[in-house]
């Protein structure tokens, strides 16, 4: 491709520069004026310490974990309606945030747990009870789409 060493080395020379190439801006984001989102990466513990929890969790642990320091329940952890029995007419609404939800169910009286999912547009029923549940779907509608 090159006849000689020279024209190699004045090739290189001409070639953009990595920077040039890679031009790209690196400013932060323009923000709504709302409170930042939390940061779900913790600090890490320091050199020669056990980290706590707090400083190794990330996530949605870490985001748990914040909302408990502050005393706010971040997840819905309240027992089912169990005072009736959901009929098709009128179901017990189980609150979610996405199309689905996985329930297990200790009917009373039955040490045996029942699992069943429940889909946004569908009904579900206890097998052993007859109890009906329906999703009480709160979440985008569109957000397991990434494409």
Request: with cysteine; aromatic share 8%.
């Amino acid at each position: 491709m090159f006849k000689s060493a020279r024209s190699l080395r004045r090739a290189r020379r001409s070639a953009p520069s990595s920077s040039a190439i890679r031009a790209f801006s690196a400013t932060t984001r323009a923000s709504s004026g709302g409170p930042p989102p939390p940061q779900l990466y913790g600090s890490g513990g320091k050199a020669g310490e056990v980290p706590t929890d707090v400083e190794q969790a990330t996530g949605l642990e870490r985001l748990q974990l914040l909302g408990e320091l502050e005393g706010v329940s971040v997840f819905d952890e309240s027992a089912l309606d169990a005072s009736r029995v959901g009929t098709k007419a009128d179901p017990i609404r189980v609150l979610s945030y996405v199309t689905y939800r996985r329930l297990h169910w200790f009917p009373a009286d039955s040490h045996d747990v029942h699992w069943f999912l429940l889909k946004k547009d569908k009904q579900a029923r206890c097998m052993e009870c007859g109890s009906v549940y329906a999703l009480d779907f709160h979440g985008d509608e569109h957000a397991d789409h990434h494409h």
